[in-house]
Antibody, heavy 118, light 108 residues
Framework: QGQLEQSGPAVKKPGASVKVSCKAS????????ISWVRQAPGQGPEWMGW????????NYAQKFQDRVTMNVDTLTNTAYMEMRSLRSDDTAVYFC???????????WGQGTVVIVSS | EIVLTQSPGTLSLSPGERVTLSCRAS???????LAWYQQKPGQAPRLLIF???SRATGIPDRFSGSGSGTDFTLTISKLEPEDFAVYYC?????????FGGGTKVEIK
């Protein structure tokens, strides 16, 4: 069925960077992509971008294009999302999700809380 | 960007009732790549329906999806206590992928 295990919570100061990891297990990592979705307190989900595990190709939402990097390590079956120049409105829960075109986002990580505060 | 508008914002219902949730897109969703998710507090979203009408693995058959183009519907035939949650639709074909604002189904 597949599982995604994310790294723990992070508290960062404005202007800092954060890197969230997402370790996949119980499925063939290369077959699917990994999307990143964030959810601010009391808000709906917001798609940030996607990485093809097989090719390394990325597609970022324009809103995050200048501040985010998504990549994967196929040796450890781990995906990473790094965001730079953090602001207070980046405070949110960040999720990774297994994604494919026909099937949608069918497996999700548990979420990583990122708090940005001075 | 494809904007998804969900209605109503909140539904107050009793267990056993039938629920119909709406998701309307600002432009046609190619291939009907529209998904529905359920989210409970403190949890990740859970995929219910993909490609407008296909149930995800392990999803009970009381959940069904329908629609095409710009108008989509999620139906829960008979509400169970565990179904009280927030439901989101998502289009996953056109970048940026987008989610609707959600419909909260609460206990009356």
């Amino acid at each position: 069925q597949g599982q995604l295990e994310q790294s723990g919570p992070a508290v960062k100061k404005p202007g800092a960077s954060v890197k969230v990891s997402c370790k996949a297990s119980n499925y063939t990592f290369r077959v699917y992509g990994i999307s990143w979705v964030r959810q601010a307190p009391g808000q709906g989900p917001e798609w940030m971008g996607w990485t093809s595990v097989n090719s390394g190709e990325t597609n970022y939402a324009q809103k995050f294009q200048d501040r985010v990097t998504m990549n994967v390590d196929t040796l450890t079956n781990t995906a990473y999302m790094e965001m730079r120049s953090l602001r207070s409105d980046d405070t949110a829960v960040y999720f990774c999700a297994r994604s494919s075109l026909p099937d949608g986002f069918d497996v999700w990580g548990q979420g990583t809380v990122v708090i940005v505060s001075s | 960007e494809i904007v998804l508008t969900q209605s109503p914002g909140t539904l107050s219902l009793s267990p056993g009732e039938r629920v119909t949730l709406s998701c309307r897109a600002s432009q046609s969703i190619h291939g009907d790549y529209l998904a529905w998710y359920q989210q409970k507090p403190g949890q990740a979203p859970r995929l219910l329906i993909f490609r407008a009408s296909s149930r995800a693995t392990g999803i009970p058959d009381r959940f069904s999806g329908s629609g095409s183009g710009t108008d989509f519907t999620l139906t829960i035939s008979k509400l169970e206590p565990e179904d009280f949650a927030v439901y989101y639709c998502q289009q996953y074909i056109t970048s940026p992928l987008t989610f609707g604002g959600g419909t909260k189904v609460e206990i009356k």
